[in-house]
């Protein structure tokens, strides 16, 4: 004889709910559909919350039908109700929904970035490095030979201050000295703001 879910006034939706859950589990497709208009509005209202997006919303909640239907045998009465249990599993559905498409966001975004080449005007770039290094060579050159010694050993050649000490065999203080008032003259020809 099959089981019958009264809805009359004397059972609450939520024993409703578990009497019919555990009807799913034994493969009663009515028990289903009886669910289903049960309980889809509250699914879809908690998947919607935490998507926004309506079209997305419906495929999560169609998910989560899916998987009661699958896995209805699973559900315990003893770890607590079937609403429960079925928003729980609409809460994880729509949680791993949005952590997926953060991460698919993500990658595109990496791969957009990786990708990208900007528009590069090697003409333009050519002649501003050409006009740049013209001035930086006229004002080393208003530098005293001193100074244009230290910081061409320094910067364009790459040695420590101690190497550039050594290669002009002066003190290592005198480089520095050297160094600093050759970079702060070479600022004022520049016109660099310090």
Known sequence: MLDVVPHDNEVSPASRQQALLERVATGDKAAFSDLYDEIAPRVFGLVRRLLIDHSQS??????VFLE??????????NKGGATTWILTMAHRRAVDRVRASQSSRDRDLKVGIRDFSADYDHVTESVEVSVEHERVEKAMSRLTELQRQAIQLSYYGGYSNSEVASILSVPIGTV????????IRLRDELGVAS
């Open 58 to 63: 419906e495929e999560v909640t169609q998910e």
């Open 68 to 77: 009661i239907w699958q896995t209805a045998t699973r559900f315990d009465p």
């Open 176 to 183: 520095k000295t050297r160094i600093r008032d050759g970079m």
